[in-house]
């Protein structure tokens, strides 16, 4: 039995399993083997009577919209594949991304302060011969999944909002006047909440390979040496088996919460989910500073998050909207999840309630609902420079020193460079003169990254760098723009919103808002 298998079967649960199944899926993937489904079909029927606004498939996540969507009025009906409920397992988000459960009026501020499970200060970037960047409030809440749904259920339920459990999603009939799901539910509006592994999503993408995968396992853990801090990016080792090893740290609750990751290709070579555990169990002691035989395991985690450069995606059909991991909307940096969700949460209740208002709800109207965004494009270069081809040779340690570089730059150019990236966005500013910068004292690094990440795909970077640049400026006339839209009509409003938005995100703008 190799250490892997102990300690995973000591867990509760099936998790051997769950982590074996997660590999079949994910070697389907590579080997481009899994079949096309075919969920969703079309009909030029009328569908007459409808008895929902918005029907939502996938529950953990899908309950954040839904009960955004409910508490404004809306008729929302929620299918579950099982019975809604939180994970023991903490999501980690920084406190000011939070009070967007306050603005929607989905949590009471003493609500959202008894959903943080833990808090803790700094964490820590760090990678080797090079000095720690520490930082202040980046992913340094971990919130309470269990209470977080479980209150949002019942706020969903006073609204009004039906609440579906035990029911799979099967398929979908889109007519002229509203959607069928399940040849049952009937309402104007499907969001698509299942995931990056939903059928409506691996349909609308046809069986296109990722562009790129991130994998991620860890645990939950009791018996490290006592640690108030946290780390959000941290390595110590060169290429391993063609990957750069990445770790996360938090304090959780019931003990520590590691993560190790990793960014990869879609090459059928690569390593497993397994192997990646089987890594991380021999690398753990030397991270953390405690011997295996010590600890007393929680929790296992792991997971694969698929990224396609064609994101956020924009489904061909009518009535139908990906929100969450379905869309794609987190950039190949991140694991989306509870973090992406709440980031867009706010634009997609007011954009979904006055697309419905509008009866703006053609493929093309929903598709500025996940417009294209260059703060998001502009990230796939970094994710091609934290990773390394199956067969391509570079120097062991060439992505620890450029990262090393990169953020010894960005820490001497201060928080408003360095704190919005640590959270996953993007703008042009801080991008510009991380790279002036970088560029001007590490010049041999910045060359060394060419040949690595492929000039093709550096020109491709330099069109989506000028559109942030762009989208920067029209965000910021945006102000200039606005007093002459209250005489456009209530549709043509839509598309001016919807513009505004895509400027805001797209330009990383919405940082000033959650800062």
């Excluded at 590999?23 to 590579?30: C, E, Q, T, W």
């Excluded at 965004?373 to 970094?382: G, H, Y």
């Amino acid at each position: 039995m190799s250490l892997t298998e102990e300690i995973l079967s000591q867990l509760p649960g099936d998790v051997l399993g769950g982590l074996r199944r997660a590999d079949s899926i994910l070697k389907s993937i590579r080997e481009n083997t899994a079949p096309i489904p075919t969920v969703v079909k079309q009909s030029q029927q009328a569908l007459g009577v409808v008895d929902w606004d918005v029907i939502i498939c996938g529950g953990t996540l899908g309950i954040l919209i839904g009960c955004a969507l409910a508490v404004r009025g809306l008729r929302v009906a929620l299918l579950e594949r099982g019975i809604l409920r939180g994970r023991e397992q903490e999501w980690n988000i920084s406190r000011q991304e939070l009070e967007v459960f306050v603005e929607l009026n989905l949590l009471t501020e003493a609500e959202l302060t008894r959903a943080i499970a833990t808090e803790y200060n700094p964490a820590r970037v760090k990678f080797p011969d090079g000095a720690a960047v520490w930082v202040n409030d980046v992913l340094n809440i971990g919130v309470d999944p269990v209470y977080l749904l479980a209150t949002l259920k019942t706020k969903f339920l006073a609204a009004g909002g039906e609440l579906l459990e035990n029911i799979p999603f099967q398929q979908a009939v889109v007519h002229p006047d509203g959607v069928i799901v399940n040849n049952q539910y009937k309402g104007k509006l499907l969001l698509d909440a299942m995931g990056n592994l939903s059928p409506i999503t691996q349909q609308a993408r046809q069986g296109k390979k990722p562009d790129a995968l991130c994998l991620v396992v860890g645990s939950c853990a009791q018996g490290f040496p006592e640690n108030n801090s946290g780390d959000i990016l941290l390595s110590f080792t060169s290429l391993q088996h063609q990957c750069q090893y990445f770790w996360e740290a938090f304090p959780a609750r019931d003990g520590r919460t590691t993560y190790l990751f990793t960014y990869m290709d879609a090459h059928p070579q690569r390593l497993s989910l397994e192997d990646l555990f089987t890594e991380y169990l021999r690398l753990l002691p030397e991270y953390q500073g405690v011997e295996l035989q010590q600890l007393k395991f929680q929790r296992a985690l792991f997971g694969f998050f698929p990224s396609y450069r064609q994101s956020p995606l924009q489904t061909p059909w009518h009535r139908i909207l990906p929100v969450g991991d379905s869309s794609g909307n987190q950039s190949p940096l991140s694991f989306g999840g509870f973090g992406a969700m709440v980031r867009h949460l706010k634009r997609l209740t007011i954009g979904i309630s006055e697309a419905l208002q509008t009866e703006q709800l053609s493929a093309k109207a929903l598709a500025l609902l996940q417009p294209y965004q260059p703060s998001l494009s502009v990230t796939w270069l970094f994710q091609k420079a934290m990773s390394v081809g199956v067969n391509q040779t570079i120097p062991p340690q060439q992505i620890n020193q450029l990262l090393s570089a990169v953020f010894q730059e960005m820490q001497q150019l201060g928080t408003p460079v360095l704190k919005p990236f640590l959270q996953d966005i993007v703008q042009f500013s801080a991008l510009t003169q991380t790279l002036v910068k970088t560029g001007l004292n590490h010049p041999v690094l910045v060359a060394k990254i060419i040949p690595q990440v492929g000039l093709i795909n550096l020109l491709d970077w330099l069109v989506h760098y000028s559109n942030l640049g762009f989208y920067s400026a029209l965000s910021s006339m945006t102000p200039i723009l606005e007093p002459g839209i209250k005489n456009l009509s209530s549709t043509q409003q839509y598309y001016w919103h919807r513009w505004v938005d895509a400027w805001r995100f797209g330009s990383g703008a919405d940082y000033d808002h959650i800062c």
